[in-house]
């Protein structure tokens, strides 16, 4: 043979070759390329899971973003019209309370003509009584007759005089 080449050995070591590369592929390349897919599948479906969990987080962010913004609407129409209600309250309060002083100034002024009354009754009997005093002490110093003769002496000087 030419170049000293040997077709048995080459074929043996063809063979072997091949019988190598079957066992390689059948005990290490399928286990691991199986391995390597499950590997990447499970991490795809981790991403494909975080990915749904992230939209919805988002969905719930924007649901909640829009419930704070009604909310935060309602909280200021129930405080405008608290603000309202406590204003008409306070209106109500306020004319209640005017009412109030008006019939306490017209109660005021009423006793206030009746204490009149009352003291003017009180000082007129004391002013009678003080004249009814002095008339009869003033009667009592001048006797009757005494009296009853200066009446008739004036009355005759009255007469004179006319």
Same mark, same amino acid.
């Given at each position: 043979?030419?170049?000293n080449?040997?077709?048995?050995?080459?074929?043996?070591?063809?063979?072997? /070759?091949?019988?190598? /590369?079957?066992?390689?592929? /059948?005990?290490?390349?399928?286990?691991? %390329?199986?391995?390597?897919?499950e590997r990447?599948?499970?991490?795809?479906?981790? *991403?494909d899971k975080a990915n749904k969990t992230l939209e919805e987080a988002e969905k719930y962010k924007a649901e909640y973003n829009e419930k704070l913004a009604q909310a935060d609407e309602e909280i200021a129409e129930e405080k405008k019209q608290a603000h309202d209600e406590i204003e008409k309250l306070t209106g109500e309060k306020i004319k209640e309370?005017?009412?109030?002083?008006?019939?306490?100034?017209?109660a005021a002024h009423k006793n206030t003509e009746a204490e009149h009354e009352k003291m003017l009754k009180t000082v007129h009997s004391e002013i009678t009584n003080m004249v009814s005093s002095a008339a009869e002490k003033l009667?009592?110093?001048? $006797?009757? $007759?005494?009296?009853?003769?200066? /009446?008739? *002496? %004036?009355?005759?000087?009255?007469d004179a005089n006319e």
């Amino acid at each position: 043979m030419p170049l000293n080449i040997d077709w048995q050995q080459i074929l043996l070591h063809l063979l072997n /070759f091949v019988l190598l /590369f079957a066992i390689l592929y /059948f005990l290490l390349y399928k286990p691991v %390329k199986k391995f390597m897919d499950e590997r990447t599948a499970y991490y795809k479906e981790l *991403d494909d899971k975080a990915n749904k969990t992230l939209e919805e987080a988002e969905k719930y962010k924007a649901e909640y973003n829009e419930k704070l913004a009604q909310a935060d609407e309602e909280i200021a129409e129930e405080k405008k019209q608290a603000h309202d209600e406590i204003e008409k309250l306070t209106g109500e309060k306020i004319k209640e309370a005017q009412g109030e002083a008006k019939k306490i100034i017209e109660a005021a002024h009423k006793n206030t003509e009746a204490e009149h009354e009352k003291m003017l009754k009180t000082v007129h009997s004391e002013i009678t009584n003080m004249v009814s005093s002095a008339a009869e002490k003033l009667v009592s110093e001048h $006797s009757t $007759s005494k009296a009853f003769d200066e /009446f008739l *002496d %004036k009355a005759e000087k009255g007469d004179a005089n006319e």
